[in-house]
């Protein structure tokens, strides 16, 4: 008996030091159905309206970069993004692999596309190495230049950079993704959250719930105050509906809700969780509401179906919140032996006005 009330009291001691060291961290396997499971129906409807897609949403099957969030979507359910095909037999893998010596032109303009690139490649098992004749990591890596990855006013690069290189086997205790990692925590907010702009202003949901993805990955603890402080931005920003919106003030939509679902889980957070709920609703019923009769998602309420949003929300309701469980059962090539970062100073500035694709 006093070895059980011992047991008792030593369970009671860790619950309220886990409360006080993580207090937005609850299980990541909820009671509100969360995630759900690559078998269950809507995403299998979501899965079958990417496939056959090709006519009424012709985008999900020509512009590469967006082929390549639907390779990430279709291989976080469990299924063969080779075996998503056009009508004239290419699969989704293939139509970026005959892109990819044009879409990726070794600039750092060209940065978010890269990852883009990254992250469908790895995720498809395929070899970053080489594909379609490009080395994506190689050139992703020399858009380092000692303190941030690809366009020097940009940040959201420096997020997809830290995910995706992390993602394909870049080690996250290696000095480029620790220096990148410092470089999104100087850019913090005062607000707790982040932009798409380096500068620390501007701060949005999304990119918010990207950032502490990326840190994350880089092994930045869900206890740190920089988290804790962009989660309390997150949560100041959920809109009735249990959603999250782009920016503060704008109806919440299936992007964003993604997006902040992928942070949560990343933070073994439960978003269905009485914390992260609205009088009952959270991001994932929000985001499940917006699902169509086709399958497919819009982007906000009273929208149309819209496949690339379809394509962002289907892995985080599987939850998946990317390094390293979209990667698990994957094996890409191992990565070379690492050499120091290379810098690179001779590429073309970027066009006036440019901003981020």
Avoid at 17 to 37: K, M, N, S
Avoid at 55 to 63: E, G, K, R
Avoid at 74 to 98: M, P, T, W, Y
Avoid at 144 to 173: H, K, S
Wanted: glycine share 10%; hydrophobic share 40%.
């Amino acid at each position: 008996m006093r070895i059980e009330k011992l047991v008792a009291l030593w369970l009671a001691m860790m619950s309220v030091l886990v409360a006080l060291v993580v207090p937005f961290a609850l299980p990541a396997q909820g009671a509100g159905g969360f995630p759900l499971a690559p078998s269950d129906g809507r995403i299998q409807a979501a899965l079958d309206f990417l496939r056959n897609s090709e006519t009424a949403h012709p985008q999900i099957w020509t512009n590469p970069e967006k082929i390549c969030y639907a390779i990430v979507a279709v291989e976080a359910c469990g299924a063969d993004a080779h075996s998503f095909k056009n009508a004239r037999g290419q699969s989704l893998v293939d139509i970026i692999r005959e892109h990819a010596a044009t879409s990726l032109p070794p600039q750092r303009s060209a940065s978010l596309v890269h990852e883009a690139y990254l992250f469908a490649i790895v995720a498809a098992g395929e070899d970053p190495h080489n594909f379609g004749g490009v080395n994506v990591i190689q050139q992703l890596e020399e858009m380092f230049d000692g303190t941030q990855i690809g366009m020097p006013g940009i940040i959201n690069d420096d997020f997809w950079g830290v995910i995706t290189l992390v993602g394909a086997g870049e080690d996250p205790n290696s000095s480029l993704i620790q220096t990148v990692k410092g470089h999104i925590l100087a850019n913090q907010s005062p607000d707790g959250g982040w932009g798409s702009v380096a500068g620390g202003s501007g701060s949005d949901p999304c990119d918010t719930a990207n950032a502490i993805t990326a840190l994350r990955a880089a092994g930045e603890s869900p206890a740190s105050a920089a988290i804790q402080r962009a989660l309390g931005y997150l949560k100041a920003s959920q809109s009735a509906d249990g959603g999250f919106p782009y920016m503060i003030g704008y109806p919440s939509d299936t992007g964003s809700d993604a997006r902040v679902i992928a942070a949560l889980t990343a933070c073994g957070i439960d978003p269905t969780s009485a914390e992260w709920s609205v009088n009952g609703q959270n991001a994932v019923t929000h985001a499940l509401s917006l699902q169509q009769p086709d399958g497919g998602f819009a982007w906000h309420s009273g929208g149309a179906t819209d496949a690339w949003m379809t394509t962002y929300i289907l892995p985080a309701l599987v939850g998946k919140h990317w390094p390293p469980d979209l990667f698990v059962g994957k094996t890409p090539p191992p990565t070379p032996p690492s050499s120091p970062a290379p810098t690179r100073t001779h590429d073309p500035p970027p066009p006036p006005g440019a901003t981020p694709p």
